[in-house]
């Protein structure tokens, strides 16, 4: 569970807001969310689905690709 300490002349809601910024990285607010009704097999199987598919996206997308082939080196054919 995040913890915030309230500094000397700190405002309550500049720390509420804190809390609430922990709470969402660390993905309880989502959680809650989820929870908050029941979810069907068939709900719960397609929200898995767009999450992986969402992670294949990124994965495709940030992975770091060779701009050459290895075998068209041009300065070792001289």
Known sequence: MPEVDVK???SIDRALK???GK???EGILEEMRR???FETPT???KRKA???AKKNRNRVRFT???PKPKGDD???SS
């Open 8 to 10: 000397k002349g700190e």
């Open 18 to 20: 804190r809390l609430k």
């Open 23 to 25: 709470m969402e990285t």
């Open 35 to 37: 929870l908050r009704a």
């Open 43 to 45: 709900q719960k199987a």
């Open 50 to 52: 767009r999450s992986n």
């Open 64 to 66: 770091l690709t060779d």
């Open 74 to 76: 041009e300065s070792s």
